[in-house]
């Protein structure tokens, strides 16, 4: 049905046009996609993570950290804790149930003792702030 | 039927003319679709989906 392009008359030139415009479109929609995906790729990897570093610890972490999380009766605080991300959760996980200390924590962040010791008081006055709203 | 009055059709909304432009265009959609060697079903919708706007957007002069 098809035959061969050679671009000869208007149809078979604006043929071309069309494909070369496709092929654009279709281009930049896949690069699109993949960075997509990626981006789902890369934030399923840091919901893992960490569940996996509690493997670490000791069984009494482990066991002492989850069903607390799980049975955290405070609704507000549950929430909270939720809309933190997931650096900010860990940070404050490792500190509270893990009992890492702040250079520790600063070795494996990679930012210095300050550094993780402003964050994870940036994080309290945040759980704060979150629970004082959810009480008004 | 050229391939410029097919466009026109198929700009137009005729479902025919627009079916015949996916046809055509069916393996180079399909090889773009495949990704890391897998062919990836739900990209080649959203190739599909773009094919049928480029229809649209594209200009005749």
């Not at chain 1, 929609?29 to 990897?45: D, F, P, S």
């Not at chain 1, 570093?53 to 972490?61: H, I, P, Q, R, S």
């Not at chain 2, 059709?9 to 773009?32: C, F, H, Q």
């Amino acid at each position: 049905m098809w035959q061969k392009n050679n671009g000869r008359n208007e149809a078979e030139i604006l043929q071309n046009q069309f494909t070369a415009y496709l092929v654009q479109a279709v281009q930049r929609r896949r690069n699109e996609y993949i960075r997509q995906w990626l981006r789902r790729e890369q934030m399923e990897e840091a919901v893992e993570a960490f569940p996996l570093d509690m493997e670490y610890g000791t069984m009494d972490d482990m066991f002492s950290g989850l069903p607390l999380f799980m049975q955290l009766e405070n609704n507000a605080l549950y929430h909270a804790l939720k809309k933190l991300n997931e650096q900010e959760r860990y940070l404050f996980f490792s500190h509270v149930l893990d009992e890492k200390s702040f250079s520790v924590l600063a070795a494996e962040m990679h930012v210095s003792y300050k550094g993780v010791a402003e964050r994870y008081y940036r994080i309290i006055r945040k759980i704060k702030k979150k629970l004082k709203e959810a009480d008004v | 039927m050229n391939f410029k009055e097919l466009l026109i059709r198929a700009k137009a909304g005729e479902e025919t003319s627009m079916i015949m432009l996916l046809e055509m265009y069916k393996p180079l959609l399909i090889k773009r679709a495949i990704c890391n060697g897998i062919f990836d079903e739900d990209l080649y919708q959203e190739l599909c989906i773009t094919l049928l706007r480029c229809i649209q957007v594209f200009r005749l002069q």
